[in-house]
């Protein structure tokens, strides 16, 4: 409960004294009672006044038109707020008081209450005490003492309470009587705020009438602008009429005028219609005769293909009679034909080079003529311009080159021009000889032709009338103008280039995001390659392109077009979607419209913010291709007149289609070209030269011809004897030769008189579609024999496609009898199996044939061949039965047949058959191997082995055999296991199969038994095992324990127990602890010891400790997998060898090749300098146990081992070995005895991931030292964390200490794959000591622990001010004076500093809402901001007032006191803040000022603290003091305690100080002196020293005692008057009041209680 007394007793002295003062001025003596004109109270409110233009004055009394004074509604206003505050006060008062009568109730209740409890709790401990019950005795002595205490605590409050509500009730009381004092105030306030309120409404009126006014002015300024804007209106639509009426007219004239236009128009378009269907006719006639005549000119060239084929096969035939004949006569045919052709060749390129001659004459005369014409018109033109004539050429429309080209083709069809081609020019222009096939010209149709065009000229115009006179030449628009070549001149290219360069510098920018620069491609598009296949003339394809945007940001698309090469026929369509963002795609069309058929390849570029980027584009033809199966074909051997056939697949994987031939009897024309006779470059030549005859090509491209190049024996060749018979007929002068191929109808075979054994079958058709296929039949039709061989080739009719060969060979014998297989082949036979075959024997023999069966000596125990004789058929088979039954004597018995190192048997077998000599042979292959297996070792001994556990051995099962073989194991124990598949499988041939014999024992005794392993065929094999079963005295609750994928530097953990479950001896009743069949085990308390292997990140706690029999003890298996020091200061070590250029070379590394240096330059250098002995990394290399753990580089490649980390597994086998006794009863020095046998085994499985989050800064630490961090203050470090797994992890983050200094900032609750943030831990420390606190930042895949360590350090700094109050003493008023302190920083940190006055901070008005200072009685000064200079400056100032002190360091620091003006209570407070934070000091600071310089100092306050805010003339001061000297009164209380026992006298101090001043004065010390010392005395006072004389700069204390004398009153307080006189500069007089009264010690008491 608050008091109070101290809230607001400084307040209610505030305000009595302010209320007082307004009482001794006089307040509500108005000068208008005194004798002044009244206020009237009401006003006339019917005053007449007009509303018109002219207001006509109300005539105001004169004593209304005075005002109040600004002061007289200050002091009017200080003394409402002042009663306010007392009427406050007392409500305050009252309510409080009803508030400590509510609480002394509530008291008394609670007292009662603890009463009756109290005794209730008496009673139950008497009635407990007789029932004996100590313990429920004790917890009620307990309860009795707490309601004790209580009681006391209640009764103590009870009377402090009393006692408050007492005090505040007498104050109460005293504050009614104040207020009853001050009616006389209160009226006179109530009749001051009536006058003013009277006065207020009478300047009301006034403003209302002048508002009145001010609005009739203002709605006769609106009527006036309502008027005008009417007028505006009335002329605005007036005006509008006659525009809309005009307008109307000249719509009409418009109407009239733009029909007779239309008419024009549409006449105009209708007489163009006409003229272009006319045009267009005429056009589609043309192409009709066109096609009339190619049709036409196909049927002449088919009809000459079929003369020459028949020409060239009567040319064939002549030549094989000539040849017939040469051979006749005994000459060389070859030779013969060799001569004759090259003299052809001859004769055909002497044609060809008079043709070339007489082409070149002509175009010599076609250049002349032409250079002479114009130099006839270059004369004609200059004479007319020298005569002075105007000449002009007659308006000729020249037609178009597309009209001109057609025109001329039109003139081809209709015979009317001849066409002019040559072989030299196509041989220049066309590369190829197959393609140089024209017809020629003779010289005199050349020259025909030349002058036809030097003569040609437009004598009739295409438009009728366009010659006329009266018409007009059209002037053709700027848009219909013809096209440019497509790219432009070479100038506009450049100029283009230009312009793009430099507008593509101010388009494409850098994209730099996150510190990187994107490099690249922008875009990625769906698909990579637009690819357009296997398409049509005509046609038009679409096709979709997805643009996805690859880069980081934000990224533009434009397209900037295709090449110009595709120009024509591919068209984009992309609308720019504008800014896109990282991913978002967009969709391209492409349309292809193929106009030619021919393969197109180009690029798409776009442009992007970032750069240009091109997308492929490809279209392709349909095309054949062409493949064989296979390019050989092996018939095998056969006996001669059987017929075998093989076929041979020709595949298309084209689009397109053609026909093919299949040609025999290749090798010939390989032979003839490969003859020495014949050189490449005469076959060369001869094919160049020679063409075929072509009609119109550039119409004719879309149909697919094929040319075959010619062999020398297809041309035609003159007999010796149709020369000599028949002169030789010159070749024409422009005949050409043809060659053409022949009709595709089938395939052609040609015939010869010797017929091959391998020929082509029957094909049922001769042309291969797109995606198909065909199958050539081959028949091999053995005649003699011996081997045969034939090759193919197959051509296709398309050019493109290249010729296919491929090759068939067969081998034909003759016998009589044979074999069919003459290899029987048994594969793979075992030792003592039965293998049976039929082997077939057939006959070409019209006649039966006796047949005998042999088999070879050495072999007739193993193999026999039933029946031994028999007969064969004519021309039938006989079967005969082989058994083969091998014995182990095989190797010895066959000798020379069998291979022991490769165990195969190669029998031959013979048949006798009668009436020939040369039997029959085949041969017996068998591959014969054993069929053991073998165990190893032979005997397993599994040793000690415990009931909990699982003992297991590894054998090894090996095959001997070299056929797989089945097995099993068979009869095997309940406590036996074999792995894997239960000792059942399969073992491959030779194979050596590891398999595991698991021991599981379960009972303790001596186990010895036999394994028992089966073979399909009924073989066995045994292996003998043994072991010893062993029952612990102690067992674990789980044997193994399989930890989940722990990340790296995370933790598991697993809880299981120890369990001691042997509790009896009685081996009948249940199994009870023993070796085998040994002595049991003891009972008793029993040890333990978990034996963990050397660097092995596991931890078990407990790992000792002793279990009582029947109990349990809880382990903690603790697995924290970590890299180890060896495995990081070995990458430390790679990582200083590639900084140095050094590689590691591999394990295993081939030889180098002689005179091969595998190393390059720059290693070898680097391994140089590493070799050299004085070599300052030499040591670095060979010694990494130097590297420090806490090292940059350490650290480093900690991190990079972490992010690389792989996935591990390991598995650890921790034994626990067992001892009887209880481990707390050894010595240290004395070990247990744990025995071998009684031993548990603890089966960790430990798989250890990459952690899925990481410290992705300060090198991957994890330990962040804050370092010294002062009290109070605050340090931050950021931690970046990443994702370094390939999906999405959300982050929890452990709860750190509430109360603790640290502090997570900004969590972040997830992070994407990749993905790194920044979390921010701050420390601040509340206290002098170090913190150490773990957050661990929890995922699903694991744990990232982070340790955070600070220090807090006490920012402490050291005071020379003692007491935090300064008192500068008195000082005379103008002057100035100084004092210094000095602060100490006595901490290690440097501490910023900053000192601040309170009077000089933005919060001192705080103060002002306050209760007074006055109404507390206890303390008189509480407020800190005292009297103020009247100038605006601070009293007080501070020099320096911020800085840095460093440790141990000390600041001086100087305070200076100047005031303007008297007063004796200038004060501030002063406030060291450190770090702009924490205020560590607190120091008052206290002066006085004086205009002379004497002072007494002493007695009880009767002045306020607070000045008033206004500022007192000086003048007035004087003219009221001017002849009376000022007295100032001192009161002092004196109490006198009175005791038992001695009392001492009351006393009081009084001090009289001279200051020391700078100023020139008279006197240099001052005198005081005290009237009335008789009478004092004799009131029993006693003052020393009654006068004296006081130095500058010093004080002197007079000392005032009191002792009551017999007479005194102890009920009236003794009041004596004195003076007291100070001389010095001036004379001042002090009126002493001493109040004396006697106190009781009982009263004193009470009050200090």
Same mark, same amino acid.
Request: aromatic share 8%; hydrophobic share 35%; proline share 5%.
């Given at each position: =409960?608050?008091?109070?007394?101290?809230?607001?007793?400084?307040?209610?002295?505030?305000?009595?004294?302010?209320?007082?003062?307004?009482?001794?001025?006089?307040?509500?003596?108005?000068?208008? /009672?005194?004798?002044?004109?009244?206020?009237?109270?009401?006003?006339?409110?019917?005053?007449?006044?007009?509303?018109?233009?002219?207001?006509?004055?109300?005539?105001?009394?004169?004593?209304?038109?005075?005002?109040?004074?600004?002061?007289?509604?200050?002091?009017?206003?200080?003394?409402?707020?002042? $009663?306010?505050?007392?009427?406050?006060?007392?409500?305050?008062?009252?309510?409080?008081?009803?508030?400590?009568?509510?609480?002394?109730?509530?008291?008394?209740? @609670?007292?009662?209450?603890?009463?009756?409890?109290?005794?209730?709790? +008496?009673?139950?401990?008497?009635?407990?005490? +007789?029932?004996?019950?100590?313990?429920?005795?004790?917890?009620?002595?307990?309860?009795?003492?707490?309601?004790?205490?209580?009681?006391? #605590?209640?009764?103590?409050?009870?009377?402090?309470?009393?006692?408050?509500?007492?005090?505040?009730?007498?104050? =109460?009381?005293?504050?009614?009587?104040?207020?009853?004092?001050?009616?006389?105030?209160?009226?006179?306030?109530?009749?001051?705020?009536?006058?003013?309120?009277?006065?207020?409404?009478?300047?009301?009126?006034?403003?209302?009438?002048?508002?009145?006014?001010?609005?009739?002015?203002?709605?006769?300024?609106?009527?006036?602008?309502?008027?005008?804007?009417?007028?505006?209106?009335?002329?605005?639509?007036?005006?509008?009429?006659?525009?809309?009426?005009?307008?109307?007219?000249?719509?009409?004239?418009?109407?009239?005028?733009?029909?007779?236009?239309?008419?024009?128009?549409?006449?105009?378009?209708?007489?163009?219609?006409?003229?272009?269907?006319?045009? =267009?006719?005429?056009?589609?006639?043309?192409?009709?005769?066109?096609?009339?005549?190619?049709?036409?000119?196909?049927?002449?060239?088919?009809?000459? @293909?079929?003369?020459?084929?028949?020409?060239?096969?009567?040319?064939?035939?002549?030549?094989?009679?000539?040849?017939?004949?040469?051979?006749?006569?005994?000459?060389?045919?070859?030779?013969?034909?060799?001569?004759?052709?090259?003299?052809? +060749?001859?004769?055909?390129?002497?044609?060809?080079?008079?043709?070339?001659?007489?082409?070149?004459?002509?175009?010599?005369?076609?250049?002349?003529?032409?250079?002479?014409?114009?130099?006839?018109?270059?004369?004609?033109?200059?004479?007319? *311009?020298?005569?002075?004539?105007?000449?002009?050429?007659?308006?000729?429309?020249?037609?178009?080159?597309?009209?001109?080209?057609?025109?001329?083709?039109?003139?081809?069809?209709?015979?009317?021009?001849?066409?002019?081609?040559?072989?030299?020019?196509?041989?220049? #222009?066309?590369?190829?000889?197959?393609?140089?096939?024209?017809?020629?010209?003779?010289?005199?149709?050349?020259?025909?032709?030349?002058?036809?065009?030097?003569?040609?000229?437009?004598?009739?115009?295409?438009?009728?009338? *366009?010659?006329?006179?009266?018409?007009?030449?059209?002037?053709?628009?700027?848009?219909?103008?013809?096209?440019?070549?497509?790219?432009?001149?070479?100038?506009?290219?450049?100029?283009?280039?230009?312009?793009?360069?430099?507008?593509?510098?101010? $388009?494409?920018?850098?994209?730099?995001?996150?510190?990187?620069?994107?490099?690249?491609?922008?875009? %990625?598009?769906?698909?990579?390659?637009?690819?357009?296949?296997?398409?049509?003339?005509?046609?038009?394809?679409?096709?979709?392109?997805?643009?996805?945007?690859?880069?980081?940001?934000?990224?533009?698309?434009?397209?900037?077009?295709?090449?110009?090469?595709?120009?024509?026929?591919?068209?984009?369509?992309?609308?720019?979607?504008?800014?896109?963002?990282?991913?978002?795609?967009?969709?391209?069309?492409?349309?292809?419209?193929?106009?030619?058929?021919?393969? *197109?390849?180009?690029?798409?570029?776009?442009?992007?913010?970032?750069?240009?980027?091109?997308?492929?584009?490809?279209?392709?033809?349909?095309?054949?291709?062409?493949?064989?199966?296979?390019?050989?074909?092996?018939?095998?051997?056969?006996?001669?007149?059987?017929?075998?056939?093989?076929?041979?697949?020709?595949?298309?994987?084209?689009?397109?289609?053609?026909?093919?031939?299949?040609?025999?009897?290749?090798?010939?024309?390989?032979?003839?070209?490969?003859?020495?006779?014949?050189?490449?470059?005469?076959?060369?030549?001869?094919?160049?030269?020679?063409?075929?005859?072509?009609?119109?090509?550039?119409?004719?491209?879309?149909?697919?011809?094929?040319?075959?190049?010619?062999?020398?024996?297809?041309?035609?060749?003159?007999?010796?004897?149709?020369?000599?018979?028949?002169? /030789?007929?010159?070749?024409?002068?422009?005949?050409?030769?043809?060659? +053409?191929?022949?009709?595709?109808?089938?395939?052609?075979?040609?015939?010869?008189?010797?017929?091959?054994?391998?020929?082509?079958?029957?094909?049922?058709?001769? !042309?291969?579609?797109?995606?198909?296929?065909?199958?050539?039949?081959?028949?091999?039709?053995?005649?003699?024999?011996?081997?045969?061989?034939?090759?193919?080739? $197959?051509?296709?009719?398309?050019?493109?496609?290249?010729?296919?060969?491929?090759?068939?060979?067969?081998?034909?014998?003759?016998?009589?009898?044979?074999?069919?297989?003459?290899?029987?082949?048994?594969?793979?036979?075992? %030792?003592?199996?039965?293998?049976?075959?039929?082997?077939?024997?057939?006959?070409?023999?019209?006649?039966?044939?006796?047949?005998?069966?042999?088999?070879?000596?050495?072999?007739?125990?193993?193999?026999?061949?039933?029946?031994?004789?028999?007969?064969?058929?004519?021309?039938?088979?006989?079967?005969?039965?082989?058994?083969?039954?091998?014995?182990?004597?095989?190797?010895?018995?066959?000798?020379?047949?069998?291979?022991?190192?490769?165990?195969?048997?190669?029998?031959?077998?013979?048949?006798?058959?009668?009436?020939?000599?040369?039997?029959?042979?085949?041969?017996?292959?068998?591959?014969?191997?054993?069929?053991?297996?073998?165990?190893?070792?032979?005997?397993?001994?599994?040793?000690?082995?415990?009931?909990?556990?699982?003992? %297991?051995?590894?054998?090894?099962?090996?095959?001997?055999?070299?056929?797989?073989?089945?097995?099993?194991?068979?009869?095997?124990?309940?406590?036996?296991?074999?792995?894997?598949?239960?000792?059942?499988?399969?073992?491959?041939?030779?194979?050596?199969?590891?398999?595991?014999?698991?021991?599981?024992?379960?009972?303790?005794?001596?186990?010895?038994?036999?394994?028992?392993?089966?073979?399909?065929?009924?073989?066995?094999?045994?292996?003998?095992?043994?072991?010893?079963?062993?029952?612990?005295?102690?067992?674990?609750?789980?044997?193994?324990?399989?930890?989940?994928?722990?990340?790296?530097?995370?933790?598991?953990?697993?809880?299981?127990?120890?369990?001691?479950?042997?509790?009896?001896?009685?081996?009948?009743?249940?199994?009870?602890?023993?070796?085998?069949?040994?002595?049991?085990?003891?009972?008793?308390?029993?040890?333990?010891?978990?034996?963990?292997?050397?660097?092995?990140?596991?931890?078990?706690?407990?790992?000792?400790?002793?279990?009582?029999?029947?109990?349990?003890?809880?382990?903690?298996?603790?697995?924290?997998?970590?890299?180890?020091?060896?495995?990081?200061?070995?990458?430390?070590?790679?990582?200083?060898?590639?900084?140095?250029?050094?590689?590691?070379?591999?394990?295993?590394?081939?030889?180098?090749?002689?005179?091969?240096?595998?190393?390059?330059?720059?290693?070898?250098?680097?391994?140089?300098?590493?070799?050299?002995?004085?070599?300052?990394?030499?040591?670095?290399?060979?010694?990494?146990?130097?590297?420090?753990?806490?090292?940059?580089?350490?650290?480093?490649?900690?991190?990079?081992?972490?992010?690389?980390?792989?996935?591990?597994?390991?598995?650890?086998?921790?034994?626990?070995?067992?001892?009887?006794?209880?481990?707390?009863?050894?010595?240290?020095?004395?070990?247990?005895?744990?025995?071998?046998?009684?031993?548990?085994?603890?089966?960790?499985?430990?798989?250890?991931?990459?952690?899925?989050?990481?410290?992705?800064?300060?090198?991957?630490?994890?330990?962040?030292?804050?370092?010294?961090?002062?009290?109070?203050?605050?340090?931050?470090?950021? $931690?970046?964390?990443?994702?370094?797994?390939?999906?999405?992890?959300?982050? !929890?983050?452990?709860?750190?200490?509430?109360?603790?200094?640290?502090?997570?900032?900004?969590?972040?609750?997830?992070?994407?794959?990749?993905?790194?943030?920044?979390?921010?831990?701050?420390?601040?420390?509340?206290?002098?000591?170090?913190?150490?606190?773990?957050?661990?930042?929890?995922?699903?895949?694991?744990?990232?622990?982070?340790?955070?360590?600070?220090?807090?350090?006490?920012?402490?700094?050291?005071?020379?001010?003692?007491?935090?109050?300064?008192?500068?003493?008195?000082?005379?008023?103008?002057?100035?004076?100084?004092?210094?302190?000095?602060?100490?920083?006595?901490?290690?940190?440097?501490?910023?500093?900053?000192?601040?006055?309170?009077?000089?901070?933005?919060?001192?008005?705080?103060?002002?809402?306050?209760?007074?200072?006055?109404?507390?009685?206890?303390?008189?000064?509480?407020?800190?901001?005292?009297?103020?200079?009247?100038?605006?400056?601070?009293?007080?100032?501070?020099?320096?007032?911020?800085?840095?002190?460093?440790?141990?360091?000390?600041?001086?620091?100087?305070?200076?006191?100047?005031?303007?003006?008297?007063?004796?209570?200038?004060?501030?407070?002063?406030?060291?803040?450190?770090?702009?934070?924490?205020?560590?000091?607190?120091?008052?600071?206290?002066?006085?000022?004086?205009?002379?310089?004497?002072?007494?100092?002493?007695?009880?306050?009767?002045?306020?603290?607070?000045?008033?805010?206004?500022?007192?003339?000086?003048?007035?001061?004087?003219?009221?003091?001017?002849?009376?000297?000022?007295?100032?009164?001192?009161?002092?209380?004196?109490?006198?305690?009175?005791?038992?026992?001695?009392?001492?006298?009351?006393?009081?101090?009084?001090?009289?100080?001279?200051?020391?001043?700078?100023?020139?004065?008279?006197?240099?010390?001052?005198?005081?002196?005290?009237?009335?010392?008789?009478?004092?005395?004799?009131?029993?006072?006693?003052?020393?020293?009654?006068?004296?004389?006081?130095?500058?700069?010093?004080?002197?204390?007079?000392?005032?005692?009191?002792?009551?004398?017999?007479?005194?009153?102890?009920?009236?307080?003794?009041?004596?008057?004195?003076?007291?006189?100070?001389?010095?500069?001036?004379?001042?007089?002090?009126?002493?009041?001493?109040?004396?009264?006697?106190?009781?010690?009982?009263? *004193?008491?009470?009050?200090?209680?």
């Amino acid at each position: =409960m608050a008091d109070f007394r101290f809230q607001n007793k400084d307040d209610l002295t505030e305000t009595i004294s302010n209320l007082e003062e307004f009482k001794r001025d006089g307040f509500g003596e108005l000068q208008g /009672e005194k004798g002044g004109d009244v206020i009237s109270k009401k006003v006339d409110e019917n005053a007449p006044f007009d509303f018109g233009w002219k207001y006509k004055k109300k005539r105001i009394p004169p004593n209304r038109k005075k005002k109040v004074t600004y002061k007289d509604r200050v002091r009017t206003l200080h003394l409402r707020r002042n $009663i306010n505050n007392l009427d406050r006060i007392q409500e305050e008062k009252r309510f409080f008081v009803m508030k400590t009568k509510q609480d002394l109730d509530a008291c008394q209740q @609670r007292i009662e209450s603890i009463q009756k409890q109290k005794v209730q709790v +008496e009673t139950e401990i008497q009635m407990e005490k +007789e029932a004996h019950n100590s313990a429920a005795v004790f917890c009620l002595q307990a309860m009795h003492q707490r309601l004790c205490t209580e009681l006391e #605590h209640e009764k103590d409050l009870e009377t402090k309470i009393s006692s408050i509500l007492k005090e505040n009730e007498e104050n =109460m009381w005293h504050i009614e009587i104040e207020e009853g004092k001050f009616s006389t105030l209160r009226e006179n306030l109530k009749e001051e705020e009536a006058k003013s309120a009277q006065l207020l409404q009478g300047q009301a009126e006034e403003r209302l009438i002048q508002a009145k006014m001010a609005a009739v002015r203002i709605e006769r300024n609106k009527n006036f602008r309502l008027q005008k804007a009417m007028e505006r209106e009335k002329n605005y639509r007036l005006h509008h009429q006659k525009v809309i009426s005009e307008a109307r007219k000249n719509h009409k004239i418009a109407i009239k005028f733009l029909r007779t236009t239309l008419a024009k128009v549409h006449k105009k378009e209708a007489k163009e219609e006409k003229k272009s269907q006319k045009y =267009m006719k005429k056009r589609m006639d043309a192409v009709i005769t066109l096609k009339k005549h190619i049709t036409t000119n196909r049927e002449t060239l088919h009809k000459l @293909r079929a003369w020459d084929q028949a020409k060239i096969r009567l040319i064939k035939k002549k030549e094989e009679a000539e040849k017939e004949v040469i051979a006749a006569q005994g000459g060389d045919a070859v030779k013969q034909t060799l001569q004759e052709k090259r003299s052809i +060749e001859l004769d055909i390129r002497r044609q060809l080079f008079a043709e070339e001659q007489k082409f070149r004459r002509c175009e010599i005369v076609a250049r002349l003529l032409k250079e002479e014409a114009y130099d006839e018109k270059m004369k004609q033109r200059q004479l007319d *311009l020298e005569s002075g004539k105007r000449w002009m050429i007659k308006a000729k429309k020249f037609p178009s080159l597309k009209e001109r080209t057609w025109d001329h083709f039109v003139d081809i069809c209709e015979g009317r021009v001849p066409v002019l081609t040559s072989v030299v020019d196509s041989q220049k #222009h066309s590369p190829k000889p197959e393609r140089n096939r024209s017809l020629s010209v003779g010289s005199a149709e050349f020259a025909e032709l030349i002058n036809n065009q030097e003569e040609e000229t437009l004598t009739e115009p295409e438009i009728m009338g *366009l010659w006329t006179e009266k018409y007009k030449p059209y002037k053709v628009p700027k848009d219909e103008v013809e096209r440019k070549p497509v790219g432009g001149t070479k100038m506009e290219q450049d100029i283009l280039a230009n312009t793009l360069e430099k507008l593509r510098s101010g $388009i494409i920018h850098k994209q730099v995001v996150s510190g990187r620069e994107f490099k690249g491609c922008p875009f %990625y598009s769906k698909p990579d390659l637009i690819h357009f296949k296997n398409f049509h003339v005509g046609k038009t394809y679409k096709k979709k392109m997805t643009l996805i945007n690859a880069s980081y940001t934000i990224n533009y698309c434009k397209l900037v077009g295709v090449e110009d090469h595709l120009k024509d026929f591919i068209t984009i369509h992309f609308d720019p979607p504008g800014p896109m963002s990282a991913g978002i795609s967009c969709e391209v069309l492409i349309t292809f419209k193929p106009m030619i058929n021919e393969d *197109l390849e180009g690029n798409i570029t776009f442009l992007a913010q970032t750069g240009s980027f091109s997308i492929p584009l490809k279209c392709t033809t349909k095309k054949c291709v062409l493949s064989l199966d296979k390019e050989l074909i092996d018939f095998g051997t056969y006996v001669v007149g059987e017929i075998v056939s093989r076929t041979i697949t020709l595949e298309n994987h084209g689009a397109l289609g053609t026909k093919f031939q299949v040609h025999t009897n290749i090798e010939k024309c390989d032979m003839a070209v490969k003859s020495p006779n014949v050189t490449d470059s005469t076959l060369y030549s001869l094919d160049d030269k020679v063409t075929e005859e072509k009609t119109t090509p550039n119409l004719v491209d879309t149909q697919s011809e094929v040319y075959c190049p010619p062999s020398l024996d297809i041309i035609p060749v003159m007999s010796p004897r149709a020369s000599a018979g028949h002169p /030789e007929e010159p070749y024409p002068e422009h005949a050409t030769i043809t060659i +053409e191929e022949p009709p595709y109808e089938g395939v052609e075979i040609n015939p010869g008189e010797d017929q091959t054994e391998i020929k082509l079958g029957e094909i049922t058709t001769n !042309e291969i579609g797109p995606f198909s296929s065909i199958k050539i039949p081959i028949i091999f039709t053995p005649i003699i024999p011996g081997s045969s061989e034939a090759k193919f080739q $197959i051509t296709f009719k398309n050019s493109n496609c290249s010729p296919l060969h491929f090759t068939a060979v067969g081998l034909a014998i003759i016998v009589p009898v044979w074999v069919p297989k003459p290899n029987v082949d048994l594969k793979i036979c075992m %030792y003592d199996r039965l293998y049976q075959d039929s082997v077939i024997i057939e006959t070409r023999s019209k006649a039966a044939l006796r047949l005998k069966f042999e088999v070879c000596k050495e072999l007739q125990k193993h193999i026999e061949l039933l029946p031994e004789t028999g007969y064969i058929q004519a021309q039938s088979s006989y079967s005969v039965q082989l058994k083969f039954l091998p014995r182990h004597s095989l190797p010895e018995d066959a000798g020379e047949y069998f291979d022991k190192d490769t165990r195969v048997l190669a029998a031959p077998m013979t048949i006798r058959v009668a009436d020939q000599k040369r039997p029959v042979i085949f041969t017996v292959h068998a591959v014969v191997t054993t069929s053991d297996l073998e165990i190893e070792p032979k005997e397993v001994d599994f040793g000690y082995c415990t009931i909990y556990e699982a003992v %297991y051995t590894k054998i090894t099962l090996i095959n001997k055999s070299l056929l797989p073989q089945e097995f099993g194991f068979i009869s095997i124990p309940k406590y036996v296991d074999i792995q894997p598949n239960d000792g059942f499988g399969v073992i491959l041939p030779l194979q050596t199969l590891p398999l595991h014999v698991i021991f599981k024992p379960s009972k303790a005794k001596e186990y010895d038994f036999q394994l028992l392993c089966i073979t399909e065929i009924n073989r066995e094999f045994t292996l003998s095992c043994k072991a010893i079963g062993v029952y612990p005295p102690l067992e674990l609750s789980h044997y193994r324990v399989k930890f989940a994928a722990t990340a790296l530097f995370d933790m598991s953990t697993v809880t299981l127990y120890v369990i001691n479950s042997h509790t009896s001896m009685n081996s009948l009743t249940h199994a009870v602890p023993r070796l085998g069949s040994g002595e049991i085990a003891p009972m008793g308390p029993t040890s333990f010891e978990f034996l963990l292997p050397d660097n092995a990140p596991i931890m078990i706690i407990p790992s000792v400790g002793t279990v009582l029999p029947g109990k349990k003890c809880m382990i903690e298996v603790i697995f924290k997998p970590v890299l180890s020091e060896t495995t990081i200061k070995k990458e430390v070590v790679k990582m200083r060898n590639r900084k140095l250029g050094v590689q590691t070379a591999p394990k295993k590394e081939a030889p180098p090749k002689k005179g091969k240096i595998i190393m390059s330059a720059a290693p070898l250098k680097a391994a140089v300098r590493w070799l050299k002995p004085h070599s300052p990394h030499k040591k670095e290399r060979h010694k990494s146990e130097k590297i420090k753990t806490n090292s940059e580089e350490y650290l480093i490649a900690k991190a990079t081992l972490c992010r690389d980390f792989q996935k591990q597994f390991q598995k650890y086998v921790i034994p626990c070995v067992i001892a009887s006794g209880d481990i707390k009863d050894k010595k240290e020095t004395e070990p247990m005895n744990f025995s071998p046998y009684n031993t548990l085994y603890l089966e960790l499985y430990c798989p250890t991931v990459a952690p899925s989050i990481i410290v992705a800064s300060d090198n991957g630490k994890t330990v962040f030292n804050f370092g010294d961090i002062a009290v109070g203050h605050r340090g931050i470090k950021r $931690i970046t964390i990443q994702n370094i797994c390939p999906e999405y992890l959300d982050l !929890e983050f452990s709860i750190l200490d509430p109360y603790g200094p640290f502090i997570l900032l900004c969590p972040c609750r997830g992070l994407q794959p990749k993905e790194s943030k920044d979390i921010a831990v701050s420390f601040s420390p509340r206290e002098s000591n170090m913190f150490l606190e773990t957050l661990e930042i929890i995922t699903k895949k694991g744990t990232l622990t982070l340790s955070m360590l600070g220090k807090g350090v006490a920012s402490t700094i050291t005071c020379s001010i003692e007491g935090n109050v300064l008192n500068l003493g008195y000082v005379i008023v103008g002057e100035t004076t100084t004092s210094t302190f000095k602060l100490q920083n006595s901490s290690t940190l440097p501490i910023k500093y900053a000192i601040f006055l309170e009077s000089l901070s933005l919060m001192r008005n705080k103060e002002q809402l306050q209760l007074p200072g006055f109404v507390n009685n206890s303390e008189r000064r509480t407020n800190i901001i005292g009297t103020q200079n009247y100038n605006g400056h601070s009293v007080f100032s501070v020099s320096p007032v911020d800085g840095v002190i460093e440790p141990g360091k000390t600041q001086d620091f100087t305070l200076t006191f100047s005031p303007d003006h008297e007063s004796l209570y200038f004060s501030d407070m002063m406030k060291v803040v450190l770090f702009n934070k924490k205020i560590s000091h607190q120091i008052l600071l206290k002066g006085a000022a004086r205009e002379h310089m004497m002072f007494v100092e002493g007695g009880d306050p009767l002045d306020v603290t607070v000045e008033s805010l206004a500022v007192i003339a000086s003048s007035t001061v004087d003219e009221r003091w001017e002849d009376s000297e000022e007295i100032k009164s001192i009161i002092l209380t004196l109490e006198y305690i009175q005791l038992d026992s001695a009392s001492t006298p009351a006393t009081r101090e009084l001090q009289v100080g001279c200051i020391r001043t700078s100023q020139p004065t008279l006197k240099k010390s001052i005198d005081f002196s005290l009237d009335n010392l008789h009478l004092l005395q004799h009131k029993g006072f006693t003052v020393e020293p009654s006068r004296g004389i006081v130095e500058r700069g010093q004080t002197k204390t007079i000392n005032v005692s009191w002792v009551p004398t017999a007479d005194f009153d102890p009920d009236q307080p003794l009041v004596v008057t004195t003076s007291l006189v100070l001389r010095g500069d001036v004379k001042e007089t002090y009126r002493l009041v001493f109040i004396a009264h006697v106190v009781s010690e009982w009263i *004193l008491g009470d009050s200090l209680r």
